[in-house]
């Protein structure tokens, strides 16, 4: 076990994050500080983690680095990034890098070296397959080899001890100074063993929790998440298999994949795998699955299997991206600021998601287990000493009545729906699951479970002047029950009628209906978490809404 298992990840391509120029201009501009500002939507997602793509300097996308030990002007300096990283961790985030120690750049100063020298420069043997008898495609008067035929990209010789060494003291530099928490290995795959035997034994001697995560799209995962190489992997078998069993209704695809991964005797029980949909390389998960409403049961998936989720940077509300043949990979590596996000239905679905994930161990430790497998619908089980999870989707656009046995109990009760439960009689329960939706149900004796979701799981994005903060029940109590009749003053000024509580039809959270006192006497629908918020003002917590009478 370790951070990683109590872990939600977002990843964030910097150069397209902060729409930095294409090619890199020489200029210096921190454009990656903006990163902070996202803090609190982060904090909303219940998200404790961020990998960062390539942050190092470079000529154009970031994966061919021109130097090791410095960050890429176009997003700042060395010194703007500890900050970033020093903030991040101070609101209790980890920080994963990139490291794209496969190759170079063509702009990589020990291969300028060889273009300047030829056969003379003491770096010759730094690169795969140097050879003076030739020209290169690009115009050199010799040839080496390009990763996978890309010849921007220079293939290094990870066998040489001074590049070993060379790229160890980076790390050490990056641990140093930024404290990172782990790194992800770019095209963990293709490179030398050994060299991953002695990054695993170098980072973990310095920070024994440090995490190592590798790039890998097809083959056996063990060969590289085992105890003497790396900690984890993609896993690209499920990312394939969840978008393409819902565009298919046809769960049987992923609930195979996942049964051979994590099932009792499963190949990968062993692995705790990174988990996603979508990332820097793949088109975006809202153009990739044909019926958006199919989107709320693709991020439960990914939350609920075993292993760490990962939400690519946009997709959380649902931004589009696909690849062409004029921009490339640019569509799915846009620029965002904090007044793009979008508080819509599926973003305040996977803060639900990553609020009930940290809350169940079952969902993180737990093993796995196939109980219910039909086209459009799908239970499978979580079990984690004592606790156990039932999660059940439904495809179709109908509620759907399904049966099945438990492990004992009396009640099943479902956390994604204010604790609804459901009676087991003789180790047997029936349930409905409503249309595209999922059920998260905890098996009790009786007793409902306590729910600890915090209250700004549902609430909009924070406007300047209204800084949401965690509900703590010993500082923050809040003031009055929910639904108490009267009126109310807004922490602006403004005073409000309350109505009624109200159910959101799609997502059965409760919501305030109440109206305006004074004006044109508009009546106004809030989520009730929201609504009943503290938030901060002139340096004081006090209620977004108190009542007055």
């Known amino acids: 076990m370790s951070w990683v298992n109590e872990s939600v990840f977002y990843h964030i391509y910097p150069l397209g994050f902060c729409g930095a120029p294409r090619v890199n201009d020489g200029v210096q501009v921190n454009r990656l500080d903006k990163v902070v500002d996202f803090i609190p939507h982060l904090k909303e997602m219940n998200v404790n983690a961020i990998y960062f793509g390539p942050v190092f300097s470079s000529n154009t996308h970031g994966y061919d680095t021109s130097d090791y030990f410095q960050i890429d002007n176009r997003l700042g300096d060395n010194e703007s990034f500890a ?144 105890p003497e190489t790396l900690d984890s992997v993609t896993n690209y078998e499920c990312y394939k298999g969840i978008y393409s069993s819902h565009n298919d209704r046809n769960y049987f695809e992923i609930a195979h994949s996942l049964n051979r991964q994590f099932g009792n005797g499963g190949i990968y029980r062993n692995v705790y795998s990174y988990n996603f949909v979508d990332n820097h390389d793949v088109n975006r998960v809202a153009s990739t699955v044909r019926d958006e409403k199919m989107l709320k049961n693709v991020y439960s998936t990914v939350y609920f299997m075993p292993g760490v989720p990962s939400v690519y940077y946009g997709s959380e509300w649902g931004i589009k991206g696909e690849k062409n043949n004029v921009d490339y990979d640019a569509p799915l590596r846009p620029c965002v600021d904090v007044s793009d996000i979008q508080d819509n239905e599926l973003y305040r679905h996977i803060c639900k998601l990553g609020a009930v994930r940290k809350q169940f161990k079952a969902l993180k430790y737990g093993s796995f287990e196939n109980v219910i497998i039909r086209n459009e619908q799908l239970v499978f089980k979580r079990k984690f000493e004592e606790q156990t999870v039932y999660i059940a989707l439904n495809l179709t656009d109908s ?151």
């Not at 008067?141 to 290094?156: A, C, I, M, S």
């Not at 963990?188 to 001697?205: P, V």
């Not at 003053?489 to 009624?500: A, M, N, Q, S, T």
């Open 83 to 226: 900050k970033i990283c020093d903030t991040l961790h101070e609101n209790g985030i980890k920080v994963v890098l990139d490291g794209v120690f496969n190759h170079v750049g063509r702009g990589f100063w020990a291969f300028k070296d060889i273009q300047e020298k030829g056969a003379s420069s003491q770096y010759c043997s730094w690169f795969n397959r140097i050879d003076f008898g030739g020209h290169s495609p690009c115009g050199d008067n010799f040839w080496y080899e390009g990763w996978e035929g890309n010849y921007d990209l220079v293939k290094l010789n990870l066998k040489n001890p001074e590049v070993k060494q060379h790229i160890l003291n980076a790390v050490a530099m990056w641990m140093e100074k930024f404290k990172i928490d782990g790194l992800r290995l770019d095209v963990a795959y293709c490179m030398d063993i050994d060299f991953l035997r002695e990054l695993r034994n170098f980072t973990k001697s310095r920070k024994p929790d440090f995490w190592l995560m590798g790039e890998i799209i097809h083959g056996d995962y063990n060969r590289l998440a085992n």
């Open 399 to 549: 509620d759907f009545n399904i049966g099945f046995n438990t492990d004992g109990g009396s009640k099943l009760y479902d956390v994604f729906d204010g604790n609804k439960a459901f009676d087991v009689n003789n180790n047997y329960v029936n349930i409905d699951i409503p249309a595209y939706s999922t059920r998260v149900l905890v098996l009790t004796n009786g007793e409902a479970p306590t729910l600890d979701i915090p209250t700004e799981q549902n609430a909009a994005v924070p406007s300047n002047d209204e800084k949401p903060v965690e509900n703590k029940a010993d500082e923050q109590p809040r003031l009055v029950p929910w639904g108490t009749p009267g009126k109310y003053r807004h922490f602006k000024g403004g005073e409000y009628e309350f109505i009624c509580l109200a159910k959101n039809s799609e997502t059965m959270e409760d919501l305030v209906i109440y109206k305006e006192l004074f004006g044109e006497g508009k009546v106004w629908a809030r989520p009730a978490t929201m609504f009943y918020q503290m938030v901060e003002k002139d340096g004081k917590m006090v209620p977004r809404f108190e009542h007055i009478d």
